[in-house]
């Protein structure tokens, strides 16, 4: 059995083959461009290596509402030429093979509940802290999707009274995660890329408040398991236990200790990376055939 897997992400397409034991096979990125380009690379790509379906990992939003006309169909993305573009539509029709579709970080986080660090439990959160913010809930066995999907991103926070930034990035909301805690965030707040921020920066501190937030928030909603925090910005290595911190901070004692676990094996650095959403991808795949 061959499983294609499509990891469509807003700059790149990660494109893999894996077998039953979900061992890759063949694997290719192509820049994203515009559809009418990146498309038919896709079909290529997938036309010299037969499957027998296809997983897709896509950029948000998305409809995921199996009800609708429309499922599988990009919505509203600041990347125009993708907008209302039918992406489950376009590739099942071209490869007349079953094809399913769900976000990329909730094939992330079905791809660390089933192999990687969150390996056989049943409620896990996957957060990517990167360009944007994202998360994907795997809830008592099942991905969420609900209204719309969740949008872990979007969640409202307090603002640190020292945040040089009065107001969040994000143009929707003044003071939401991904306004706070992005990389163009960092960027906008200290007017130096995330990824060349200095390990010491007091950036971090503020950082890890934001982040801190968020998963004390996610603790207190939704009582995953295990948060995965992955994403270019978790790559700055003193940032994870400075969220370590938070939480417990921010938790206050609330929580018994004997029911939350130490934070190390509480709050995770993903087990796959960089190859969760894809890996998430063949698995979406794997339950078509
Ligand atoms: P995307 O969200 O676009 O898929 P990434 O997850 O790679 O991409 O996130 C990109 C963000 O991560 C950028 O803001 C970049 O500055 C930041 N980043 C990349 N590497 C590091 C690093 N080593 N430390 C901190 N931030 C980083
Ligand atoms: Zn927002």
Redesign the pocket.
Known sequence: MRLGALEA???KMVLGVFDETLTQQSYAALPTLIPEQTIPAVLEFFEQNRVDALGIASFGPVNLRACSDSYGTILNTPKLAWQRYPLLEELKDALGVPCAIDTDVNAAALAECTLGAAKGLLNCLYL?I???IGGGLFCEGQLVHGLMHPEWGHMLIARHEDDPLLNGVCPYHPNCAEGFAS??S??TRWGI???D?PPDHRGWELEAFYLGQLCVNALMTVSPEVIILG???M??ESLLPMVHQTVLKLVNGYIDAEQLPPMEEFIKAPALWPDSGLVGAALLAKKLV
């Open positions: 992400g807003g700059t990517t990167g360009t944007g990389g163009p960092i960027q890329p995330a990824k921020l994403g270019g910005v790559h700055q």
